[in-house]
Structures are given as C-alpha cells and as structure tokens.
C-alpha cells in the first residue's frame, strides 16, 4: 500500500454562527419598500453603500455565487461559452453603434485624464460585436453563442427596491452570432429551454411572457417573470388561462368585447360642455357612453409633440405609442406645455378639450397624430375642437376630423378582454422580470460591419441574439416569491446554507454532542451546514434561523434524552421529532437530489 502524507482538508465552511459574518437588525430599514429590500437588509444579507449601490455581504455572496453557478452549467450544457469583458467601456463602439446619442441618462459617461469618453457598460452589445467582428471571420466558425456573468451599472431615474432595480447590479448576458434568421430561432428556444430550467432549478416558477424590446432593439423578445402578488412586481402580466397566451403590458393585445361606437348625433355640430375636464364629466353632461368619445392625450416624446386618440374608455400604452412613433423617451405634456402648444397655434383651450383639427406644431417640431386602432369605426363620435367648454359632436372620419395616417395598437390591455388567441377573458397579474432573450437580427452587426465571409464568397453581417439574466435580482424575486413574516424561506438550491443546527443549551453537554455529531456528519456529507453555538436564549436563535430562512432547522433539546431532536422545514413550517440520523438522512437526501 502507498503511503502519503494525509492532511486534512480545509474547512470549506464556517462552522459557527457566533463566527458568521452576519448582523441581523430588530427592524426593517425605513428607507426599504419592498419585501426583498426589507429582508435582506434586516437579515444581514446586503448593505447600501450608496443610492443603488449595495455591498453583498458573505450570506449574499453565497446566494448568488449558487445562482450564477447554475446560471453557468445551464449556459455551459446549452452549449454557450464564457468569457469577461471590461466593466468600462469606449465612446467609440457606441458610436459606432449609433447608441452613444439615443441612450440617455441611465448611461454613465466618463472621461479620463487624456479626456476620452467612456461608459459604465450598460449592457455589452458593442463590445461582443467588436469581438466577434474581430474573431469570427468565417461561415466554419458560426454558429457561436458567448456570454459572461459580470456587473452592469445603469443610472436609473428610480433605483429602488434595493437588489430589484440597482444602478450596480449583476448579470448574465449572452449573445449569439447565427449565419442565418432559422439559426437565430434555433438558438433562440434553445436559449428559451435554458432559461426554464435556470428558473426552475433555482426554486422559481416564471412565466415567459411576449414582451417590447426597448432600447436593446431587435423585433422579438419575451421575458421571464416572476408572478408576485407583492408591491415588487413592476410588470403587469396579461395571461390567458384556456391557452398559452400570456404578454407584459407594453406587448399585450386583446379583442375587445362589442361596445356601442356609433353615436346618436346624426349631424355634426359644437355643442357648449361646460367644465367638462374629464372623461366622465364629458359622460355625464352629455349622458352618452364613454365608448363614443374620441379621446385626445398630449405626449412629449424624445421633445417632439405627439397627440394619441383613443376611445374615451380605453387607456393608452407609452410604450407601445413610442414605439409607433419610433422614439425613446415618452412622457406626458404638462399643462403648461399644453396651453403653450394652443397659443402657438391660435386656440385658447385646456386639458379636456384638444383635439386633432388645426393643431399644426410645437416647440418647433410639426405634430403628430397617431390614432389607436379602437377609434378607426367609430361614427358620429363626440371629440374635442380646441376650444373651452365646447365639444364636437355627431363627427366623422373624413367630413370633420382627418383621419391620421398612423393607425396602430397603442391601447393598455385591461384584465376581462378578450384573448387574442382564443377570444377567452384575459388575466392580470404581476411579476418581476428576472430575464429576457432577444431576436437582434443585425441591429448591431450592420452598422458595426461585423461580417463573415459565408460559403458562396460573399461577405454578410451576422443575425444576432442576446439573452440576459438578472442575477442579482433573481435573487431578490426569489426573496419575494419565498417569504413570511418571520422572514426569508430561501429555496434550497440557492439558500446560503442548507441547514442549521440548534443546540437549545450550549452548556449542556449532551446536546452539544449530539449537535456536533449531526453537524459533522451533514459537512461530510456535503451539506453546508451552520451550528448555532451562541450563548443565547433558544427564542434568539429561532428568530434568527427563521429571519435568515436557513431550509432546514435540526434543534436539540431537552427530548435529546428521549433520543429525539425537532426537525423544522422552513418552506412550509412543518415541525417533527425525529431520530438524529433521521434529520440527517432527510437533509443530506434533499441536498443530493439538487444536483
Ligand atoms: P427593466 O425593464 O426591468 O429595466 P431591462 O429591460 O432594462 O429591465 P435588460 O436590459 O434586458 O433589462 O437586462 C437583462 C436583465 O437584467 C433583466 O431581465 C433584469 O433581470 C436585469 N436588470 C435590468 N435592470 C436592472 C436593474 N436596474 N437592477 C437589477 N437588475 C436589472
Ligand atoms: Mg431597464
């Protein structure tokens, strides 16, 4: 037999609670809203350092090495490979892109002491088409998908909700380079399965949803989100139950049930409307339905002026509006600016009473008129003439009012409509988007002249895809979806630790043995355990195990003489008494099973 030296392994983890790096709070911290925010503050998880900035304290780090590692063996077997890029990024590959002028504030811009300008990467679209510009030279060599897990920074007009919206936040973000769009689609729901099972193997139930791209570009794209019925979920999802429909606010569409367009005003006249500033008060003064009401909303979009008409019930949707307007920066006019806009063109009225008919520009620019599709059929409809306290009615398309060039879907889908799909009633509900996957096409390798030379000689840009992940804020949607008032009930693929173990009385040396011996054997049996060896009162401690959401709870106490320790799973708070190896059994069993 060889003989050798054997030393022993190190440690892999800390083996006591009074020795973790942990400072759980009495209280939640004033400045949080949301649940996430609040918990992993109070808990000892993460700490601000300043306005979206956090530190990842070592209970943090723990959760989201765990989601990264997953996040990389699904990325890894999907077929992907990783790399790093640089954090900082030059002015140049934006240009290049056309990005440095029409991405706005979130972009942190910099400039170094020989004063050239640089960036906090976003988002590293440039800097992967440059990469592959440089590398990817042949057809032989597609199709590739690269991707990195690193830190973004966007300065957000709100960061809020702690890990949900940071400035500095962590993601993965993938991209992938295809010769032709069926291999863009082949990646794509390959990239659509890797994701399923990231978001399941990390404990949580998403929804791929239809979704706008945005800034990022490119036609297609769904996100992945996590349904909450907390104050987190900044998307509303609309869901179809009788099918597989299911769209975020900014995408979703509907059929609308039959509603009553065609008004009774058989000729069209200006009617006095006294004070009638609102939908409603419009309704009611003149006793019709708000669905014969072509309603005007004044919109500022990129500083041009837009006006949206809608049917008096319906709501417009920013997003899909700017989009049809093709901008990307939407807000509401002020009053102000609304009663600027009537000077400029010779009217003396306010909100409630524009309209389309002789508003020609503002602020220099001509204005645009975009219709949403709901008002198209609309005949003998009442709208506003840019007069005070007056209204058209008995109007129509053509002989009163032109009928604008642009018609789109620019309508807010509301809960009860119908599924474009099935024609089922819609569902809404909200969630947090934890990731999203993009169809680029050559939104970026056109005008970056990223090509290849494919088979037939000739040179072609690629047909690109990107795939991002939140990784930090997985972490916080996890929170979210896995909590009760006593705190965290991390799933058990990402908790920090899988299990504690509770000696009631450290000065008992009974129950200290006993505790040791558990401990020792789930560390051997690979499960990453914490022993709770603090001289405190039993109460402490639980608050403590519950409030850091440790999935398991092994405590010994006084029945330790009966020969018997209390089992508490923290997902659904069931209690036992058990044989010690009993809980070990079922503790290292469910480790294993993870992997
Ligand atoms: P959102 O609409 O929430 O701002 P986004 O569309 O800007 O997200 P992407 O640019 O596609 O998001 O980024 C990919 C992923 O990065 C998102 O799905 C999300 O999980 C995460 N993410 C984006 N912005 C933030 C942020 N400010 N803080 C934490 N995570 C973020
Ligand atoms: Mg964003």
């Known amino acids: 037999m060889i003989k050798f030296n054997y030393k022993q392994k190190r440690e ?57 590692n997953i996040v990389r063996e699904e990325m890894d077997r999907a077929g992907a490979q990783e790399l790093l890029m640089p954090f900082v990024q030059p002015k140049e590959l934006w240009e ?11 972009l942190m811009r910099l400039k170094d002491r020989h004063n050239r300008e640089m960036c906090l990467g976003p988002t590293h679209e440039e800097i992967i088409t440059a990469i592959a510009r440089d590398g990817l030279k042949s057809y032989k060599q597609l199709p590739v998908n690269l991707y990195q897990i690193q830190s973004k920074f966007r300065d957000e007009v709100r960061p809020r909700f702690g890990l949900l919206r940071g400035r500095e936040f962590i993601m993965k973000d993938a991209y992938s380079f295809d010769m032709t769009q069926e291999g863009l689609e082949k990646e794509y729901e390959n990239m659509a399965q890797a994701y399923t099972r990231i978001f399941k193997r990390c404990g949580l139930n998403t929804k791929m949803v239809q979704s706008d791209s945005g800034a990022i570009g490119g036609s297609v794209s769904h996100e992945f989100m996590v349904i909450t019925d907390t104050d987190a979920g900044e998307n509303d999802v ?36 006294p004070e009638t500033h609102s939908i409603e008060e419009l309704c009611g003064f003149l006793n019709i339905p708000a669905t014969l009401i072509v309603k005007t909303l004044v919109y500022i979009i990129d500083k041009k002026p837009v006006l949206a008409l809608i049917r008096g019930d319906k ?29 400029v063109n010779g009217f003396e009225a306010e909100k409630g009473f524009i309209g389309p008919n002789g508003l020609k520009e503002y602020n220099g620019y001509p204005i645009t008129v975009i219709a949403d599709e709901t008002v198209k059929d609309m005949k003998n409809f009442v709208i506003g003439i840019n007069q005070k306290d007056k209204h058209g009615v008995g109007y129509n398309w053509g002989a009163d009012v032109k009928l604008p060039e642009t018609i789109a879907d620019i309508r807010l889908v509301e809960a009860g409509e119908l599924c474009p799909q099935c024609g089922k009633p819609l569902k809404v509900t909200r969630g947090i988007e934890v990731g999203n996957i993009f169809q680029l096409g050559t939104k970026y390798s056109a005008p970056m002249n990223a090509v290849y030379t494919d ?13 991002g992940i939140g990784i930090s804020r997985t972490a916080a949607a996890a929170v ?10 991390w799933p058990l693929a990402i908790a920090p630790y899988h299990a504690i173990v509770i000696p009631v009385s450290t000065k008992d040396e009974l129950q200290m043995k006993v505790a040791n011996d558990i401990y020792e054997t789930l560390k051997k049996h690979g499960v990453e355990v914490v022993i709770d060896d603090r001289d405190e009162r039993a109460g402490v401690k639980f608050k403590d195990a519950d409030l850091i959401g440790f999935p398991y709870r092994i405590t010994v106490g006084k029945s330790i003489t009966e020969g018997l320790v209390e089992f508490k799973v923290r997902e659904n708070g069931e209690t036992s008494n058990i044989k010690p190896e009993e809980a070990a059994e079922i503790v290292v069993t469910a480790v294993h099973e993870l992997k």
């Open 480 to 489: 979210e979806a896995h909590y009760d008032e006593h705190g965290i009930k």
């Open 315 to 343: 709501a417009v949707e920013e997003t899909k509006l700017m989009n049809a307007f093709g901008g990307t920066d939407i807000r509401i006019a002020t009053a102000g600016e609304i009663e600027e806009m009537m000077g």
């Open 12 to 68: 892999s983890y800390i083996m006591k609670m009074s020795k973790l790096f942990v400072q759980t709070l009495r209280e939640y911290p004033s400045d949080a809203e949301v649940i996430s925010h609040k918990m992993l503050v109070r808990a000892g998880f993460i700490r601000k350092l300043t306005s979206g900035v956090y530190n990842y304290l070592p209970l943090m780090w723990r959760v989201l090495k765990k989601i990264e």
């Open 455 to 467: 088979i037939d000689g000739k040179t072609k840009p690629y047909i690109m895809g990107c795939y």
């Open 96 to 106: 290049e892109s056309g990005r440095w002028e029409v991405y706005g504030k979130e």
């Open 238 to 273: 609309f869901y179809c139950d009788s099918c597989d429909y299911s769209a975020n606010s900014n995408h979703a569409i509907s059929k609308l049930p039959d509603a009553k367009i065609v008004g009774d005003y058989t000729k069209a006249e200006i009617v006095d409307t």
